[in-house]
């Protein structure tokens, strides 16, 4: 029997950058910041690793304007076969207020 981390998911992006994660542990499927209001709805390609991984840990990095609203994120996840690093997803936030995206990682 494989053994699943309580961390582990699979995820998807679409051509607008739209990223979906699916842990592998609940089940549970969740949109990254504001993704589902600019999901394409079709297209969404599943995330792998050069090694051929598709199980991920997953991190959300923000950068921030002056006034502490949210200018960018970027979503990063570690290869869990290989343990290889990468940005799959950087996007530019254009409106304000963003902070909310800190809620949705």
């Known amino acids: ?11 998807k992006i679409d051509e607008e950058d739209a990223t979906r994660r ?9 949109f990254i910041g504001d993704s589902a209001d600019h999901c394409a709805g079709t297209g969404h390609e599943s995330c792998s690793c050069p090694c051929g991984g598709e199980e991920f840990a997953v991190a959300v990095g923000y950068a921030f304007f002056n006034d502490g609203e949210v200018r960018w994120s970027s979503v990063g996840l570690r290869c869990l076969t290989d343990g290889a ?15 909310h995206h800190l809620a949705q990682a």
């Not at 029997?1 to 995820?11: A, D, E, G």
């Not at 699916?22 to 969740?30: R, Y």
């Open 1 to 11: 029997m494989r053994r699943v981390r309580r961390s582990t998911f699979r995820v």
């Open 22 to 30: 699916a842990c592998l542990t609940c089940g549970g499927v969740a």
């Open 85 to 99: 690093l990468g940005v799959y997803a950087d996007t530019k936030i254009d409106y304000s207020p963003s902070r």
